[in-house]
Each structure stands twice: as C-alpha cells, then as structure tokens.
Antibody
C-alpha cells in the first residue's frame, strides 16, 4: 500500500547534526511534493519544511530556516532532512507527509509513522 | 502568517452524541484551503477533511466539515468510541505556510 517510512532519528548533543530519511513506496514519488512536520513531546503539530516534486524548490518554517535542509533522490524514492546546529527545542517526532495531489498547496494525505529526535547533552 | 485558533481546548462527550469543533483563522483562508486531521496517541495524524468540506478517502460520513473565510467547523455525528482523539485544523492555501491549530482533545465523558 501507499507508504512513507522515516528513519534516522536518535539522541544527539546540542550543536550537532543528524540526517533523517523518508522512504516512499507504492506511489509515483517523483510527482508529489513532500512535507516534514514535527511534534514535540505532548505538544501539537508544527510544519517544518516542504520540497517540490523535483527537488528544485524548498520552503522552511522560520524556526528551522538556515539550519535544516530538505532534499530528495527520486531515483531512490527517498526524501531527506538534514538537521544542523540542533537545539533542545528541536526535540520532537519528525513525520514526512505526502501532498495529496502533488502541489505544495494541498492537504497531507499520507503520513509516515515518525522518527524521534532527542537533542540533549 | 495565518494563525489558527481551535476551540474548545477539550471537549467531553459521550458515545452517540454530536461533537462540534471550531477553527478560527486570523486572516481569510484562500480557496477554502482548510484541512482537519485526527490523531490518536502514538499514531501519526490522519487526514479527515480537505477543502474545508470534502471527506478524505475512507472517512465515514459521520464526519463533516463546513465554513469559509475565517471560520470553520468539524462536526462528528453519533460519536463512536474510536472517535475520541485529538483533532487539528490546518491551512495550506498560500505563502508557503502550512499552519496547524493547537488542537482540540475530544475525550469520553
């Protein structure tokens, strides 16, 4: 079935880096914008970033701009989120989510199960 | 940047009752680009409603969305035990911002 599976989370010290991956299956990955959304423990959802279907355009939330970078490899049906200069407030479950009809400006119809990032010394 | 405010924060109802959840935007949401998601503990969110009033694939018809402009409502008729969860609204219309509301927790009374 249509699926997204995140990986790469873990415990990391403040100021360090981490790369998350999101593997897609059972849909034409290369034709859909994909988003990253995070959720701090016990908190609500926060949109983080979006990347266009071809990887040419990315947009980021102000809270991560300049520190996080989204990229994709359509030949591998995989999305990446590079997290640099991590802060304690970046501690969260990170979800990738598929844009319903391909365009950025759409609801998110398929979500991964999430990967936990903990920033702590 | 659009800010979405959901009310109430917590809603306590019994199975079989009707739930009415509100989402108010600080600016007009263009093209009714408003979605509702359901999230249960330990699970990813699930899309319920998009375009303010269209049900996503596989969503029961007891879920309905309405509203336009700045005021939107999610109504759940005849609550089932599996409907008790946290619900988020989200705008996705423009400016590359995809703000979520803070959530409404629907709990069993």
């Amino acid at each position: 079935q249509v699926q997204l599976v995140e990986s790469g989370g873990g415990v990391v010290q403040p100021g360090r880096s981490l790369r998350l991956s999101c593997a897609a299956s059972e849909f034409t990955f290369s034709t859909y914008a994909i988003h990253w959304v995070r959720q701090a423990p016990g908190k609500g959802l926060e949109w983080v970033a979006v990347i266009s279907y071809d990887g040419d355009k990315q947009y980021y939330a102000d809270s991560v701009k300049g520190r996080f970078t989204s990229s994709r490899d359509n030949s591998k049906n995989t999305l990446y989120l590079q997290l640099n200069n991590l802060r304690a407030e970046d501690t969260a479950v990170y979800y990738c989510a598929k844009s319903m009809r391909g365009n950025y400006w759409d609801a998110f119809d398929i979500w991964g199960q999430g990967t936990m990032v903990t920033v702590s010394s | 940047e659009i800010v979405l405010t959901q009310s109430p924060g917590t809603l306590s109802l019994s199975p079989g009752e009707r739930a009415t959840l509100s989402c108010r935007a600080s600016q007009i949401v263009t093209r009714d680009s408003l979605a509702w998601y359901q999230q249960k503990p330990g699970q990813a969110p699930r899309l319920l409603i998009y375009g303010a009033s269209s049900r996503a694939t596989g969503i029961p018809d007891r879920f309905s969305g309405s509203g336009s402009g700045t005021d939107f409502t999610l109504t759940i008729n005849r609550l089932e035990p599996e409907d008790f969860a946290v619900y988020y609204c989200q705008q996705y219309g423009s400016s590359a911002m995809f703000a979520f509301g803070q959530g409404t927790k629907l709990e069993i009374k």
